[in-house]
């Protein structure tokens, strides 16, 4: 069993910068795959960011440039650094984990990005 605490979120106005940080417990962290989703107003959740056990990185091409995820094993941490955000980052932003047959969600962290 993994849980995955979220936090960092918050009110930031456009163009500024904000860093997520996902903490997990358990140790089985390195061998995860961790990733950054948000789910936004009347739509579905997106991938935004992921960081693979393997040290693989993808991005959805919204964030490409702007966002960068990381993790740290040692840790047991992944984060998402936010920058250039634009109202329509406005969303709940939640960490994942996969491995296998796993698949963990936290219960997310809010980012408000005014105008």
């Known amino acids: 069993q993994v849980q995955l605490v979220e936090s960092g979120g918050g009110l930031v106005q456009a163009g500024g910068s904000l860093r997520l940080s996902c903490t997990a417990s358990?140790?089985?962290?390195?061998?995860?795959?961790m990733g950054w989703y948000r789910q936004a107003p009347g739509k579905q959740r997106e991938l935004v960011a992921v960081n693979t056990s393997g040290g693989l990185t993808n991005y959805a091409d919204s964030v490409k440039g702007r966002f960068t995820i990381s993790r740290d094993n040692a840790k047991k941490t992944v984060y998402l650094q936010m920058n250039s955000l634009k109202p329509e980052d406005t969303a709940v932003y939640y960490c994942n984990a996969k491995h296998t047959i796993w698949n963990y969600w936290g219960e997310g962290t809010r980012v408000t990005v005014s105008s």
């Open positions: 358990g140790s089985s962290f390195s061998i995860l795959d």
